[in-house]
């Protein structure tokens, strides 16, 4: 009682903001893999000898450089601005229940070459109210601690794994596209012709089926412009889909 009322009356905070992970920007360059895992799935993000980063749950597919960077500057920014309960029956209600046992949860946990713990926390759901100064605010806390706290950053615990893939995929530069062949799986094939670079539209060479007619003059560029910025939602090893 007597250590808060000399806090109140000199306007001291009851507690002092302080980093989550003080050292890990320090550290940034030793990290070697994350690992987010929740009650629903474990995922994780490698980096090899040579420095890059893939996926191993999605065949090593390479993973997106700028996620992992959000990723890690998040965590070493993340403030602890408040402490809040450490009664571990209330864990679950703020999200910070470990998911291994079914908790609901977010465990993220960052790791050296030799599987060393550089960083891990539970993060759960966004604290109302407590956003400031464009930082969000979310309920945290230790794997190994029931101490929870609010803190404030710019982390956001990313549990969609095809949100760590590189979705770069064929970006064919518009310009340079004159002649586009299409072969469908049904029907007969035809083509695509532009005159010129500037040419907005693409015309269909072939003349077309009786009784058919474009609904409009762009509707060819769907086809024409189908390798410009092309992306893709998902990606499996193609020895494990069969094509015949």
Do not use: C
């Amino acid at each position: 009682i007597l250590s808060l009322r000399q806090r109140i009356s000199s306007g001291k905070a009851e507690f002092d903001p302080v980093r989550m992970f003080p050292a890990l920007e320090s550290e940034v360059e030793r990290i070697a893999s994350i690992e987010v895992q929740t009650k629903a799935s474990t995922f994780t993000v490698v980096r090899d000898a040579t420095g890059k980063w893939s996926v191993p749950e999605k065949g090593n597919y390479r993973a997106d450089f700028n996620e992992i960077r959000r990723a890690v500057l998040g965590l070493a920014t993340l403030e602890l601005v408040e402490q809040r309960t450490a009664r571990t029956d209330w864990q679950d209600k703020l999200g910070l229940g470990l998911p291994k046992p079914g908790g609901s949860g977010t465990l993220v946990t960052l790791r050296d070459e030799k599987g060393g713990t550089l960083a891990s926390l539970v993060a759960g759901v966004a604290v109302e109210g407590a956003s400031a100064g464009n930082r969000s605010a979310i309920y945290v806390r230790r794997p190994d601690q029931a101490q929870t706290f609010v803190a404030r950053g710019s982390f956001e615990p990313v549990t969609e794994i095809a949100r760590w893939l590189d979705k770069s995929f064929i970006d064919f530069p518009r310009d340079r596209s004159r002649t586009v062949s299409m072969k469908p799986f049904q029907g007969p094939s035809y083509t695509l012709n532009r005159a010129t670079p500037e040419t907005a539209n693409f015309a269909v060479v072939e003349r077309l089926p009786s009784g058919r007619s474009l609904r409009s003059a762009e509707e060819p560029n769907g086809v024409g412009d189908a390798l410009v910025g092309m992306s893709f939602t998902d990606v499996v090893p193609q020895g494990d889909i069969g094509f015949s």
